[in-house]
């Protein structure tokens, strides 16, 4: 029997994130996993890195694998599992997600955490895979606040999104590194093992103000939908139809797809 593949495995949502630990159980099926994620949430950080200060690091318990806990952002977990954790243990592949919450669109892709942590794995030349779970607008606070501790269907939902990222990491890693690509996969929010799968294109959205003023001189972060389209080759139109979107991202060409 040949040795498992070896994937390190990263997110933007903090190391305690549910939707994190389903994607690790279903990857132990079938590869040996490292992970190495933030202490905690680094959501809307793109692919910052910890240039002031240092980063700390930590073992973590509770995960069926080796994890490491770090201070600092999703490029810079991965960075050091590859320029010290894993230096004499190179990985086969890196797994970003399962993020909570879809990943699409031009503006939101660039400000990704997950597809950040993803795009660090194949700047060091490794299959790249970046997986995101859509989930209803009512109940993303509240997931958020409780570590995305999900209950009914989207529990039965991430299990499948779980076993579709645990195949798809093994067609890319059969297919090997080409360039500086990051596969991306929105699982939406009911996922099945029957899903259809959709290759998309990024959705043109018009982004609006993301900030309310919150006093004379200050501004919160809040959330604002724009416009992109309903229908076409695009992965928020994919969502919608209820199919697994795959957008493959070439940061490689300007274009960016």
Same mark, same amino acid.
């Not at 939406?188 to 001189?217: D, R, V």
């Given at each position: 029997? !040949?040795?498992?593949?070896?994937?390190? #495995?990263?997110?933007?949502?903090?190391?305690? @994130?549910?939707?994190?630990?389903?994607?690790?159980?279903?990857?132990?099926?079938?590869?040996? #996993?490292?992970?190495?994620?933030?202490? %905690?949430?680094?959501?809307?950080?793109?692919?910052?890195? !910890?240039?002031?200060?240092?980063?700390?690091?930590?073992?973590?318990?509770?995960?069926?694998?080796?994890?490491?806990?770090?201070? $600092?952002?999703?490029?810079?977990?991965?960075?050091?599992?590859?320029?010290?954790?894993?230096?004499?243990?190179?990985?086969?592949?890196?797994?970003?997600?399962?993020?909570?919450?879809?990943?699409?669109?031009?503006?939101?892709?660039?400000?990704?955490?997950? #597809?950040?942590?993803?795009?660090?794995?194949?700047?060091? %030349?490794?299959? *790249?895979?970046?997986? @995101?779970?859509?989930?209803?607008?009512?109940?993303?606070?509240?997931?958020?606040? =409780?570590?995305?501790?999900?209950? %009914?269907?989207?529990?039965?939902?991430?299990? &499948?999104? $779980?076993?579709? *990222?645990?195949?798809?990491? !093994?067609?890319?890693?059969?297919?090997?590194?080409?360039?500086? #690509?990051?596969?991306?996969?929105?699982?939406? @929010?009911?996922?099945?093992?029957?899903?259809?799968?959709?290759?998309?294109?990024?959705?043109?959205?018009?982004?609006?103000?993301?900030?309310?003023?919150? %006093?004379?001189? !200050?501004?919160?972060?809040?959330? &604002?939908? $724009?416009?992109?389209?309903?229908? $076409?080759?695009?992965?928020? &139109?994919?969502?919608?139809?209820?199919?697994?979107?795959?957008?493959?991202?070439?940061?490689? =060409?300007?274009?960016?797809?």
């Amino acid at each position: 029997m !040949s040795e498992k593949k070896h994937l390190l #495995v990263t997110n933007d949502d903090g190391i305690d @994130s549910y939707f994190l630990r389903v994607l690790v159980d279903a990857l132990v099926k079938d590869f040996r #996993v490292t992970v190495a994620a933030p202490m %905690g949430e680094k959501s809307w950080i793109g692919r910052a890195m !910890s240039r002031q200060g240092q980063v700390h690091l930590a073992e973590y318990e509770n995960f069926p694998c080796r994890a490491f806990a770090l201070d $600092g952002t999703p490029s810079d977990c991965v960075n050091i599992a590859m320029g010290h954790l894993l230096a004499d243990d190179r990985p086969d592949g890196v797994c970003s997600g399962i993020n909570l919450g879809f990943n699409c669109m031009a503006p939101l892709i660039f400000s990704s955490g997950t #597809v950040a942590g993803a795009l660090e794995g194949a700047a060091w %030349g490794l299959p *790249a895979l970046a997986f @995101s779970h859509q989930v209803p607008d009512s109940a993303y606070e509240k997931l958020r606040q =409780n570590h995305g501790m999900a209950e %009914g269907e989207l529990v039965t939902s991430l299990e &499948a999104a $779980g076993d579709w *990222a645990r195949d798809f990491a !093994s067609q890319r890693l059969k297919e090997g590194q080409d360039g500086l #690509v990051v596969h991306n996969y929105n699982f939406p @929010s009911q996922t099945t093992a029957a899903a259809n799968i959709e290759e998309t294109a990024l959705s043109p959205f018009g982004i609006k103000c993301l900030f309310k003023k919150s %006093g004379p001189a !200050s501004f919160d972060f809040q959330y &604002a939908d $724009g416009e992109p389209p309903t229908d $076409g080759p695009y992965d928020w &139109a994919c969502l919608l139809r209820g199919n697994i979107s795959y957008t493959r991202l070439n940061f490689g =060409n300007v274009s960016g797809v």
